[in-house]
């Protein structure tokens, strides 16, 4: 009976292991939710320092990637997108070490969009289970977007991106089903060098901002 489940448990061991994913090359994709962080928008006029902050709903995102697994290191480039709308944006300004807020309004709606372009990097914690942590980071472009600007049945235009340099830290978990498919959960935190936009104001004054997003995605791997 021992020698049963002796070898019982070397298969259930064998089949574990061999469901890892195969070296090789992959596609993934994922969606989920996105969750920008406040953002700050700022600029100087001739005589005072303004701000908007910017807070939004929580939005979509989606990624595609193509790359190769070194079985144990994973590589690949990332296309990425996520859209946010607006919650509440709030003003104030800054003069002679005063802050004044003016006010802040649920009114002015718009749409908060990323689009990047990343080379990540992936580490897996390989096991004997069909579970795999991974931790990962990567590096690239993003095109920060503000835009359909309206005030309620108002369209106000506005339009305004930059595309500028990009990064994310990346943990999740993957199962495999097999040698050739896994599911990935993952957090990702997307950031991005400050945007910086043109005000509109005819004197080519610059609105600098601040970009950043946690996002938690779920998705498919498969192996070639």
Request: with cysteine.
């Amino acid at each position: 009976m021992k020698k049963i489940a002796l070898v019982l448990s070397c298969c259930a061991l064998g089949m574990s292991a061999t469901a890892a994913s195969a070296a090789g090359y992959y596609v993934s994709g994922n969606v989920g939710f996105a969750l920008p962080n406040t953002l700050t928008n700022t600029y100087n006029d001739s005589v005072e320092f303004w701000q908007a902050d910017m807070d939004f709903d929580s939005g979509w995102a989606l990624t595609g990637a193509f790359g190769y697994d070194f079985d144990g290191f994973r590589t690949e480039f990332e296309l990425g997108y996520q859209q946010s709308n607006s919650k509440e944006t709030t003003w104030s300004s800054h003069w002679n070490n005063n802050i004044v807020t003016w006010g802040s309004t649920s009114l002015l709606d718009y749409d908060l969009t990323a689009t990047t372009y990343l080379v990540n990097g992936y580490y897996d914690f390989k096991n004997n289970s069909g579970f795999t942590p991974f931790l990962g980071a990567g590096m690239g472009m993003a095109t920060v977007e503000l835009n359909s600007f309206s005030l309620g049945a108002f369209y106000l235009g506005g339009d305004v991106d930059d595309t500028v340099f990009a990064y994310q830290f990346i943990a999740g978990v993957s199962y495999a089903f097999n040698k050739n498919f896994a599911m990935d959960l993952t957090y990702r935190y997307v950031g991005a060098t400050d945007p910086t936009y043109d005000n509109g104001d005819g004197f080519n004054t610059k609105i600098d901002s601040e970009f950043g997003s946690n996002n938690f995605l779920l998705g498919g791997r498969f192996n070639f």
